[in-house]
């Protein structure tokens, strides 16, 4: 048989198909015959999500290449969002598509590739999010000393917050509002990124007070269980906040993003609760030892004026020496002045009367009359003024005779004692050089006698008896 004979009559045997036809029965056998698979690659040509929300890329290997699409609606639930060269592990639905005869993967979920590829992933972010300031020390903000209200992030139906709320009962109770989250699963970073940012738009004085202090707190886990922490998201919220903000979370040797971001890390839950409150008894004892230091030094600061106050008064003159010179001139002042005004109205009066001689016309003998009449009034004004001022001075006289009187010998006089006197009037102040027969005067308080000395009597030894008191002076009268 010729070849063109066999070719035509092969040809007229094979079904006939459209190109719509072979690409859709294509897809069919695809997906039929493999339905959802998982594939293993590395994300290649990602942009982000296209303007209508779906996102294309690529997984690749060292030999094939293989497209890949997340629907817009499986986009917003991925727990890992695809990143470029990212190791990942696809599960989805394969299938072609027929405008570009190609073959791809409709990814339903998707997860790194293993825990050494989420510690590349989460490097990459740390590296990226410290190159933007995120984690920049000076970013950090003090956490306050005391928190009136303390804002807890965190799930309400875990261990954790009976934790926080049971440490801060026992160190400082105070105010705790509980903003409840998923702290694991798809929506958990969404969740924990709004209760940040809705603690941050409270008001004060609001119905819900604001916070002076954020906790966002979780118990420990695996890398898979912990990643809500270290998404953008919550990164991001944590460094934006205005509220000061504790880490707490994972167990101590559990490390998440968040950690970077916050003000302070605390390795535990408890550990943050330790952090946020003082410990009240600590506060009290504290308190009252600079109480009682205090006391101490007012009492060294008053004994130290009192001695330096003494010490400036003994360097001060007695009363006695300042006033004696002032009180010695107006003794003086005050004799003086009666005789100068009794001499002063004489001349005055003399004056007077040489004026009178001198005047001869009638009308300034009225006018000498007028005033002669009125002479009598003005001394006796003068006479008033010079008897108050004579009443003031002897009443000052009186006090200082009376001042006088108290540091005179006659007080001493009126208590029993008398004055003895030599014939020239010197007091005597002993016995000794009196010869037999001398005279002698003796000054008692109300009276004088007069004495003569019979003879002196011999010293006698000390060992001898006292002689009786018989006669105040002794044997010298």
């Known amino acids: 048989m010729a070849p063109s004979e066999t070719q035509g009559s092969a040809s007229g045997n094979i079904h006939e198909f459209s190109v719509s036809e072979i690409s859709f029965a294509l897809k069919k056998t695809v997906e039929e015959t493999y339905g959802h698979v998982r594939v293993r690659g590395e994300i290649t040509g990602y942009r982000g999500p296209h303007s209508s929300g779906h996102c294309y890329f690529g997984l690749k290997d060292d030999k094939a290449r293989i497209d890949a699409v997340i629907w817009k609606g499986n986009f917003g639930k991925l727990r890992f969002k695809p990143e470029e060269g990212m190791e990942a592990i696809a599960t989805g639905k394969l299938t072609t598509y027929p405008g570009s005869s190609k073959y791809q993967i409709v990814i339903e979920h998707l997860e790194p590739a293993g825990a050494g590829a989420l510690m590349a992933l989460l490097e990459e972010r740390r590296r990226k999010l410290t190159a933007e300031g995120l984690f920049a020390p000076e970013r950090k903000r003090p956490i306050p000393f005391l928190p009136g209200v303390i804002g807890v992030v965190t799930s309400p139906t875990g261990a954790v917050i009976r934790d926080i709320l049971h440490r801060l009962s026992d160190r400082f109770p105070c105010h705790v509002v509980v903003w409840p989250v998923r702290v694991q699963g798809e929506t958990s970073a969404a969740e924990v990124a709004a209760a940040i940012e809705g603690f941050n738009r409270l008001d004060k004085g609001g119905r819900v007070p604001r916070p002076d202090l954020l906790i966002v707190a979780r118990g420990g886990g695996s890398i898979e269980d912990l990643w809500s922490f270290n998404e953008e998201i919550v990164v991001r919220a944590a460094a934006a906040s205005t509220i000061p903000l504790i880490s707490a979370v994972g167990h101590e040797t559990d490390t998440t993003l968040i950690d970077f971001a916050a003000d302070r890390r605390a390795p535990t839950p408890t550990a943050a609760a330790e952090m946020a409150v003082p410990v009240r008894a600590d506060l009290i004892a504290e308190v009252q030892d600079r109480a009682r230091r205090l006391m101490r030094a007012e009492a060294r600061t008053i004994e130290a004026a009192r001695n330096e106050l003494r010490g400036l008064a003994r360097g001060l003159p007695r009363l006695a020496d300042i006033v004696a010179l002032p009180r010695q001139r107006f003794d003086a002042a005050s004799d003086r002045l009666g005789r100068a005004l009794a001499r002063a109205a004489e001349v005055k009066r003399a004056m007077l009367h040489r004026v009178e001689g001198r005047l001869a016309d009638r009308p300034i003998r009225l006018r000498i009359a ?108």
Do not use: H, W
């Open 370 to 477: 007028n005033e002669r009449k009125a002479l009598p009034q003005m001394l006796e004004r003068l006479t008033r003024a010079e008897r108050r001022r004579v009443t003031d001075l002897a009443r000052m006289l009186d006090g200082q005779a009376k001042l006088l009187e108290s540091y005179s010998y006659q007080g001493v006089l009126k208590r029993g004692y008398a004055v003895v006197r030599d014939g020239a009037g010197t007091p005597l102040r002993s016995g000794k050089g009196q010869k037999a027969g001398a005279p002698l005067e003796i000054e008692f308080a109300d009276d004088r006698l007069g004495a003569t000395v019979v003879a002196a009597t011999p010293e006698k030894p000390r060992s001898a008896p006292k002689s009786k008191p018989d006669s105040p002076q002794g044997s010298l009268l």
